[in-house]
């Protein structure tokens, strides 16, 4: 997310989802490679292919195929008139708001692709990853156009990257200008939009405390807390200080907060998360809900279905359990902070630290230290504490990114490192190695 977010929210990432972030993060939730059928290639397929070549320009394709889902519902044969498929991934930095719509492509049916302006670099040793959903395209009427993550396709002859999406390794035309994405299908597609206009829902808050019949207390908001939510119908706004993200407290309801969504498709999916900031904030996703007692998905994004104008009552209010808030304004000080780095790994490239120190804006640079191999530092100035520093570094060669991930029980890759830091860590360093193979290429 990082969502969608990740995921956060978010880098190459949500999040991806991405992370996520948005994010979220964009995991497969297909069947294993090689466990369904093969591609099939469509006849004289580089005559075709070719008429879709053009200098300085990318054709992705794909075939529709035909496998069920695994709960045995028959996958889609075509589109309705109202939902396209789009496609996005390393070419755009699974940018969702930048995705081009993919159409079908005339006298080969099954197929469809999009020519983008985007020069691919052969020399990039990498597989490079990509995602595609279904969405509402230009012509629905629809209040919200694109891709919409709850229909993601199910893979069938994809090749899977360092980070579980689907990648087009492999799938390149000896050209260089034409990328076949191998055959996807979908079991669903987005429902004809019908318009709830000025969609608003109701929010119970929390803070997990249940009365003598196992109902939930309303929690005691702190005057310096901001109640905000992010999600897929605000495009996971998570900016501190905007005006749109913000709930509303019901006068004379303690606990109750509404939220005006805007025009939204009826029996659509939001996705969502609800977090707590205040003036001394400096991550918007440090103090978010607990979700245990709403929907969720795999993503872990909060998620209704917008069922009408009157689900407020049919559905209730959504239920966001807050355990702790963030840190008063007026208990806060700022520190200077020392991070530094020795890339196991590292060959060659310019070195960031990012973070919600700076709202994950540019990277600071990164000197290297004498006498320490590969080690490198960079000087933080006014960060928060008592609060929670979220940060990454990153590894910059050209255009190619790559992000260092901290060690993990498991072996894994945490994209993120996290501190907890308190006003005695004025002054201090804070030193960390990365393992070998730690560095992910693309979206976090």
């Not at 706004?237 to 969504?261: H, K, M, Q, W």
């Amino acid at each position: 997310m990082m969502n969608k977010k990740g995921l956060f929210a978010v880098a190459l990432l949500a999040a991806l989802g991405l992370g996520a972030c948005g994010e979220t993060t964009g995991s497969s939730t297909s069947e294993e490679p090689g466990s369904s059928e093969p591609a099939s290639q469509p006849a004289e397929e580089a005559d075709w292919v070719a008429d879709y070549e053009e200098e300085g320009k990318m054709f992705f394709y794909f075939q529709l195929g035909t496998t069920p889902a695994a709960d045995g519902t028959a996958a889609l044969s075509s589109f309705s008139s109202w939902v396209s498929p789009f496609v996005t991934g390393g070419f755009n930095a699974f940018a969702e708001t930048e995705a081009p719509e993919m159409t079908a492509v005339e006298g080969h049916d099954g197929y469809y692709g999009v020519s983008i302006d985007w020069e691919f670099d052969p020399s990039a040793d990498q597989a490079y990853e990509y995602q595609l959903t279904l969405g509402y395209n230009s012509t629905s009427g629809a209040p919200t156009l694109g891709m919409n993550w709850n229909y993601k396709s199910n893979e069938i002859s994809a090749a899977y990257g360092p980070l579980d999406n689907p990648n087009w390794e492999g799938g390149m035309s000896e050209s260089g200008l034409s990328i076949n994405l191998g055959s996807h299908s979908w079991s669903a597609e987005p429902p004809k939009p019908i318009i709830i206009e000025d969609y608003t829902r109701e929010f119970f808050i929390t803070d997990g405390k249940k009365d003598d019949n196992g109902k939930y207390l309303p929690a005691t908001v702190p005057d310096y807390v901001t109640l905000r939510i992010a999600g897929s119908m605000n495009a996971w706004d998570d900016a501190l200080d905007s005006t749109t993200n913000v709930l509303t407290p019901i006068e004379g309801r303690p606990g109750y907060y509404t939220y005006n969504f805007g025009d939204i498709v009826k029996q659509s999916i939001v996705e969502y998360k609800v977090v707590a900031t205040s003036a001394a904030s400096s991550d918007f996703w440090a103090n978010t809900a607990d979700l245990s007692a709403v929907n969720t998905n795999e993503g872990g994004n909060a998620t209704f279905v917008a069922i009408g104008a009157d689900d407020i009552t049919e559905s209730g209010p959504l239920t966001m359990i807050f355990g702790s808030w963030p840190s008063d304004p007026s208990s806060i000080m700022p520190i200077d902070l020392t991070v530094k780095v020795t890339l196991t790994d590292y060959a060659e490239g310019d070195v960031t630290v990012n973070g919600s120190f700076n709202a994950w804006g540019d990277g600071v640079a990164m000197t290297s230290v004498e006498g320490e191999d590969n080690t490198f530092e960079a000087a933080l100035t006014d960060v928060t504490a008592p609060g929670k520093l979220e940060f990454q570094f990153r590894v910059l060669v050209g255009t190619e990114t790559s992000y260092v991930g901290a060690p993990t029980a498991d072996g894994s890759s945490q994209p993120n490192l996290t501190l907890d830091l308190v006003a005695s860590d004025d002054g201090t360093t804070k030193a960390y190695t990365s393992v070998p193979g730690a560095f992910l290429k693309g979206e976090p």
